[in-house]
């Protein structure tokens, strides 16, 4: 069995525990959002919010202080290692969580949220950067997959964990549950996690140092098109987060049933990691990614055609968008993967870099789709069909026009 490097003072990690302990700093992020979202209406009703868009601003600020920070972090984690800086973002994005529960005003829970994203970047960037300190190519997309498959647990289990506190509690207590699961990863980060970043490999933390680093990612292309490709199609994930819960509650009427169809739903992206993990050493990141993007703009063109006409029963709106799910969990972590392949001596930055550029986008595009909500599914569709078309321009543009070509037997 693979084990990670021993550091004194520390056991050997075996790989169903580093892709645990990996799934658990990803699932940061997922929790921070998917666990309020049965109780963003009384949040919204706690601190005085009238409109009902207003209230998507809670996720959309943390993202963007998640996004922005990731540029610092990356190289951070080249300079330092990635183990202190991680352990200092999730010291910061707990204090936040803490400090929200005696939040007075809807405009100090968004200044406290996007401080808790800051944080929060230091688990997305590092994350990433140490699956690629141990693994490349498609042993890193295997790697990713079961990370990323069990990291979607989270969304099947948040809203239920939120709607079950809702029903004992305020939403203050929420953000109790965040700031515990935060201490508890960091604890076992501290305890059991080897630093993967040799000496060695470490960059000077200078100016000069960021901006080559910065240089030598933005100028690949493979690496910068998948990321912008990616930005895109996360920007229809965050787009349905942002609207979930005014569709299925609002639209649908699904009341208390709405965790367990958003649980649903993230079982289908779950499935597909799963998948993807068994399959993409027979076939290739590109074989796998570039079919499941094809099937993506047919699955949101067909989405779009049967919108226009009128409401779409909920059993022909929850199957089409598991299936454009499914497809997603094919695309996400290979999509990753082959971005950061080329970059594995500058992990760190390229990580943050390409972190910055999908959360940041994918934020904003999401943002856009879930304020064009006007009490129909037609501008979530719309918005699907858009993105998925846009992310196959960048991944032609990657592939110099030819898909489902491996560069390579290890890609």
């Known amino acids: 069995m693979t084990t990670l490097s021993e550091a004194p003072g520390l056991p050997a990690l075996s790989k169903p525990r580093f892709i645990a302990l990996m799934a658990m700093l990803m699932a940061i992020n997922a929790i921070s959002i998917d666990i309020m979202l049965p109780g963003l209406q009384e949040i919204g009703a706690s601190l005085g919010v009238v409109d009902e868009n207003a209230r998507q601003y809670i996720i959309t600020a943390y993202l963007i202080g998640m996004g922005c920070a990731q540029l610092v972090f990356g190289p951070l984690s080249d300079r330092f290692g990635r183990k202190l800086p991680l352990l200092g973002g999730l010291c910061l994005y707990a204090l936040c969580a803490l400090a929200i529960v005696f939040v007075p005003s809807f405009t100090g829970l968004l200044a406290l949220r996007f401080i808790q994203g800051i944080g929060a970047a230091a688990t997305r960037v590092i994350t990433v950067s140490i699956v690629r300190d141990v693994y490349g190519g498609r042993m890193m997309a295997e790697v990713m997959s079961l990370v990323l498959m069990v990291f979607m647990i ?117 499935l597909a990691s799963f998948t993807n993990s068994r399959l993409v050493k027979r076939y290739g990141m590109r074989r796998l990614s570039h079919g499941a993007l094809i099937g993506f703009v047919f699955t949101s063109l067909i989405w779009v055609a049967a919108s226009v006409s009128g409401l779409l029963p909920f059993w022909l709106f929850a199957a089409l968008y598991a299936c454009a799910m499914f497809q997603f969990g094919l695309i996400g972590s290979n999509f990753n993967a082959m971005a950061m392949e080329p970059l594995g001596h500058v992990a760190g930055t390229a990580s943050s870099v390409l972190g910055f550029t999908q959360t940041i986008g994918g934020a904003t595009i999401g943002a856009l789709i879930g304020q064009a909500f006007n009490g129909t599914i037609t501008p979530l569709a719309i918005g699907f069909l858009s993105v998925s078309i846009i992310g196959l321009a960048f991944v032609l543009t990657a592939e110099k026009g030819k898909l489902f070509r491996p560069h390579n037997p290890a890609i």
Request: charged content about 5%.
């Open 154 to 270: 989270v969304p099947v289990i948040a809203p239920s964990v939120g709607q079950l506190i809702m029903i004992f509690a305020e939403w203050h207590m929420i953000f109790v549950v965040i700031c515990l699961f935060a201490v508890s990863v960091a604890t076992v980060v501290m305890l059991r996690l080897p630093e993967t970043l040799s000496v060695e490999h470490r960059r000077p933390f200078t100016v000069t140092s960021i901006l080559a680093g910065f240089r030598i990612v933005l100028t690949n292309r493979v690496s910068l098109c998948y990321s912008l490709a990616a930005a895109f199609l996360f920007g229809s994930l965050f787009g349905f987060i942002n609207s979930a819960q005014q569709i299925l509650v609002g639209i649908y009427g699904l009341g208390t049933w709405f965790p367990l169809v958003f649980a649903g739903f993230a079982s289908m992206m779950a």
